[in-house]
């Protein structure tokens, strides 16, 4: 059964998979592109600076294994749409602060949201 109402549904899951995707990326680049400001600010070597590429990275993989067990628990659109929502919502404090103490606060709220936007699959639940 594919008419214009599945046509629509599909492509709308398409975006919106697309663009999480798509700030998830742009967050995840945020470190790597830092990196050198960083070297260079603390004057630390290149051996410690991948311990600051990975202390980035490691929660986030961490975390999309629970993201996925949350999406089984509470269904995959409920946990994509709030995660999608708190990703944006930190991201948006942390752009529109004055200091860097709310950026410090708001970044790991948004890496950890990011892990549950990309959750969305088209597999069959398990009954």
Excluded: K, Y
Aim: charged share 15%; glycine share 10%; with cysteine.
């Amino acid at each position: 059964m594919t008419g214009p109402a599945t046509t629509d549904r599909r492509r709308l899951v398409l975006v919106a998979m697309t663009l999480a995707n798509a700030m998830i990326l742009v967050d995840q680049t945020a470190v790597p592109l830092a990196l050198p400001d960083i070297m260079q600010t603390f004057g630390i070597g290149t051996a410690s600076a991948q311990w600051v590429l990975n202390a980035s990275l490691l929660p986030l993989a961490g975390l999309l294994v629970l993201g996925g067990r949350l999406a089984d628990l509470l269904g995959r659109r409920r946990v994509f749409l709030v995660g999608s929502a708190l990703f944006a919502g930190a991201d948006i404090a942390g752009v529109s602060s004055p200091g860097s103490s709310s950026v410090d606060g708001s970044s790991p709220v948004s890496r950890c949201a990011g892990t549950t936007a990309p959750e969305r699959r088209r597999t069959p639940r398990r009954r």
